[in-house]
């Protein structure tokens, strides 16, 4: 294989019911995966990415463990096809399904972590309430003004995800109060998202406490290939610093716009974006334009990739 490859896997936000069914029925491999899954869970997590519906499928504490779960199976499946990556990155909770692929986790653990994860965040949003906005347009030195000026009430940067696009977080109120700063300040475009809580904000630091807890019951391995971490766009050079980046990304910004930097300086030729939708795609080209990228999702995405890279 001639080119460096960039595995990276999306967080929630692009599940749709159906996701996985077609490697489920197409490999062995996949079909295990998906069986281990619903052992370890304890419930039928395929029939709710399979069937549905939609409403249950969006619940959190059943869409952390589809994406993560289609995001390796999609992953193993690739290497199995002898397309392995030499660098890897998660946005949010895909950095779970980037830690399996870079020998930090087990698919076992890293799913009982993305359940646990899913529930404190939950219950740390049902006592922190808040929302969260995307910001359009403006430089991202505006946006961090913006949010720091307002008044009483919480409300951060927690998505640097492209140029011109910021995601914000916090309190409802004060949200609501950047927002409508930022519509006066010039914003292209400002959408309050459809979400649970404040999250990677300050408001969620009960639960990455709790989750620190939580990791002493389970063993993290160095990692074999090189992995990115959201909450400082650094390499994460062993174990003890993979938990440390689990617990700081729960209430932390995701640099996902220096982590590609990152990537890209360190020689990644091709990226592919392992899971559903083709959002971190579509963020990377407003990043560098020239670099090229795929994802991986189902039958058809799998097999356009194996003929775009010749092995």
């Known amino acids: 294989m001639t080119k460096k490859i960039a595995f990276m896997f999306p967080g929630q936000g692009a599940q749709y019911v159906g996701m996985g069914l077609e490697l489920h029925d197409k490999y062995e491999l996949a079909r295990e995966l998906f069986y281990q899954a619903n052992a370890t869970l304890g419930y039928d997590l395929t029939k709710v990415m399979f069937e549905g519906p939609i409403e249950t499928l969006t619940q959190t504490q059943y869409t952390q463990p589809a994406v993560f779960t289609l995001s390796v199976v999609a ?9 392995k990556p030499q660098i890897v990155a998660g946005h949010s909770l895909g950095e779970y399904a980037a830690m399996v692929a870079s020998g ?15 529930q404190l ?3 740390s949003a049902a006592k922190h309430p808040g929302t969260m906005a995307a910001i359009i347009g403006l430089d991202d030195d505006k946006v961090k003004s913006i949010c720091e000026n307002i008044k009483p009430g919480i409300v951060e940067p927690v998505n640097y995800n492209c140029p011109g696009q910021l ?3 916090g309190e409802t109120a004060a949200v609501q109060a950047a927002m409508a700063e930022a519509q006066k300040a010039g914003a292209m475009k400002v959408v309050q998202l459809q979400v649970s809580g404040p999250f990677h904000s300050s408001l969620m630091k009960e639960a990455g406490v709790q989750l620190e807890t939580e990791l ?5 391995h160095d990692p074999v290939v090189p992995i990115i971490a959201n909450y400082h766009a650094k390499f994460i050079q062993h174990a003890a610093a993979a938990k440390e980046a689990m617990v700081k990304q729960v209430y932390s910004p ?8 990152l990537l890209i300086d360190n020689s990644a030729e091709y990226f592919v974006e392992i899971g559903p939708g083709k959002t971190l795609c579509g963020l990377l080209k407003r990043i560098n334009r020239k670099m090229p990228c795929s994802n991986v999702e ?14």
């Open 167 to 169: 995601v914000i977080a």
């Open 298 to 311: 189902n039958e058809g995405t799998l097999q356009e990739l194996l003929t775009k890279i010749k092995i």
């Open 254 to 261: 995701v640099l996902w716009k220096e982590s590609m930097g």
């Open 121 to 123: 965040l939950q219950e």
């Open 216 to 220: 002493g019951a389970f063993k993290l």
């Open 104 to 118: 930090i986790l087990t698919f076992e653990t890293g799913l009982k972590l993305v359940q646990i994860r899913g």
């Open 75 to 83: 992953s193993l499946l690739l290497a199995g096809q002898g397309i």
